[in-house]
């Protein structure tokens, strides 16, 4: 086997493992190289942002630590977009674009980093502690 070969599978068996996560249709993804990327544009908006959510939402807790129920409302505001954009376009009653997927995604992703954070930080304050 080849290095080119090796490489080129390596490739084949990420993109089998984004293929699960995501349908990928073509006309929703970036494409790169002439191929499209194995991520629709609001999985892959969503996921570079849950990553970044993650990572800055201890550094915000530090800052600050709001009521559960500001972050209830905080996750649902993020996740609203995504939410309407996915089911009006689902319902047919409109066409959604792959630049309002991506900012949905983003939005959504961030929320979702930080709740997730947020979890884990009230879990431990409750009932480790």
């Not at 790169?32 to 892959?44: A, E, S």
């Not at 996921?47 to 201890?58: H, K, N, Y």
């Not at 996740?79 to 319902?91: I, R």
């Amino acid at each position: 086997m080849t290095e080119e070969d090796i490489g080129s599978r390596i490739i084949d068996d990420r993109s089998k493992l984004l293929k699960r996560m995501c349908h990928g249709k073509p006309e929703r993804c970036l494409w790169i190289k002439g191929r499209p990327f194995p991520l629709c544009m609001r999985c892959m908006g969503f996921a570079l942002t849950l990553i970044i959510g993650i990572i800055l939402g201890p550094l915000a807790l530090m800052i600050y630590i709001p009521p559960s129920r500001f972050v209830l409302i905080l996750f649902l505001i993020t996740l609203g977009p995504l939410t309407v954009d996915g089911w009006t376009q689902y319902l047919g009653w409109r066409r959604s674009n792959n630049t309002l997927r991506l900012i949905t995604g983003l939005l959504a992703g961030l929320g979702a980093g930080y709740t997730f954070i947020y979890s884990i930080f009230w879990t431990y304050l409750r009932f480790v502690q």
